[in-house]
């Protein structure tokens, strides 16, 4: 049987909740806006979303639920094996009297047939990744009803790289009416192993059965991967005429209508470029081996060996034969003075403090070719930000992001008094949706560019935070209570070695010292400092939006 068989053709689009042509309404409720300007993406976001919409309501109009609904579909469509999702998307279509739409229809249908699940226990989870996918394959050969399951399994796959394990699986007949469902994630399956050409194809029945805008801005995300930029324009206007709400999607169409997804800086003559490290002589000699493949031009690197006792010596040295002093110089300490004293001392170097601009990258981070043209594009675009940083996923996987523009974590209830930022880009593999550059609470150490200027006005890395961790969060922090907040550069994408996800490995003892820095942030800006940081920051999301949006009216005026 076709994917297309059975398929019957779907019923006009749906109106909008709001003009596209207007960032917001004037009386959408504050919290809302305030998660909107967050963003549009992740489940557990979305469905928060939902909830705040609900009592959104202006003379006895339905507009609130209607947008909840949409949210909660949106949700669902982004996540096809979340049964949560799926439930409440199917009662609230009831109670607005939806029930027959295409996607209530077809989610009935989908949850009268599954079995449900317990979470897999301790023991499951300690096994070996390919020992996972044997015994969830083995279970769904036998009844590939299993969303919990089937969702691991797919994780697992494309994690591993054998995605043909679980395509084998989802190429059996399901019932007709579930048909769009097994699309979805075949399409998923493709565009998140690096086919979106194959993922295309399913992504269009599924959209054009469901209407599920979900899948149509999936698709515009391929055509853009495909360099089909017209109709993923095209696409990308259809989606925010369907959700106007999809912050993600009003972002990555004004970045393509103006072509900032392919613009590439020119590359200051004053810059450095900073490495720190202890203890990673493979990782680091792949990072450097990326450093002095990409295009630095007068850009000079310099290594601090932070107490090695590997071969990390060796490494540097290598290097420093292949390459020169002149692009290359190689400091070494006696012992670790942890990761801010080691960047605080790299920043203090005669020759490094007389740079314009200092960019820093971990020592296990794999940039592309391009990656400092990349941030002096953001640099180019925002040249009063206090940092510009990227996009960081795991290597060679980019489904599986680890940091993307940190925003302040939205109000779910009443906010904290102390920072938290957002983690909407945790919520699920991201088929693209991270790919734009705007102004962030705070971008990753792991690959970042500062103006040498900022550490004279907000000074250094925060010792408190050594060893590791944070201590990057809490400059970005000092930058945005200037209203010099950094710059996130989404269309950079860096990998890094450090795996995140199913395939992660814990370490209690960096757990731990995470939780008492984190309990160091806490104090430092708790209360009343924090509240203003974060109010400063909205502000300056709102008026970026806005600016973004004025330049899309024609676009999207009815």
Known sequence: MSDSEHIPASPSPQTPIWRPDHVFPHDIPDNLKEML??????????????????????????RGPRLALDMLSAAWEADPLNLVAAHHTVKLADQLGLSDA???AVLRELLARVRDEKPHDASFRRRPADEQLEMLLAELSRNIFLPRSLDLAIRLAIAMGCKNRVLTLLSKPWPPVLQPVRLLLLGR???FTGDPETASLHY????????????????????YELGHKDEAVSRLTSVLRRRPWHVNVRLTLYDLIHRIHARKGC????????LYTFNKSGELDATLKRVFDSELIGAKVHVLDNGSSDRTGNVCAAWLRRVGPERLAVHRLPTNIGAPAARNWLLALDEVRTCEFVAFLDDDAQPPPDWIRRLVTAQELYPEAGAWGCRVHDAGLTPFTQSVDLQPRPPYGTPADHPE????????????????????????GCCHMFPRKSFDIVGGFDLRYSPSQLDDLDLDLRLAERETPPVYQGHLGVGHLKRTGVLSESDSRTAANSRGN?????????????????????????????????????????
């Open 518 to 558: 984190q309990e160091k942030l806490h104090g430092k800006y708790a209360g009343e400092r924090w509240h203003t940081i974060r109010r400063k920051m909205l502000s300056i999301l709102h008026m970026d939006l806005e600016e973004k949006s004025r330049y899309l009216e024609v676009l999207l005026k009815p």
């Open 267 to 274: 590359i200051p003559d004053s810059l450095a470029v900073l």
């Open 37 to 62: 300007l967050v963003g549009s993406v992740g489940t557990l976001h979305r469905t928060a979303m939902a909830g705040a919409a609900l009592g959104w309501s202006t003379n006895g109009s339905h």
């Open 189 to 191: 399956m493709h565009h």
């Open 204 to 223: 269009r029945v599924a959209d054009e059965y469901l209407e599920a805008a979900e899948a149509e801005a999936s698709l515009a995300m391929c055509l």
């Open 421 to 444: 930022v957002s983690d909407l880009h945790l919520q699920g593999l991201d088929p693209g949706y991270f790919k734009y550059v705007r102004p962030a609470l705070s971008v990753t």
């Open 102 to 104: 295409p996607l209530p």
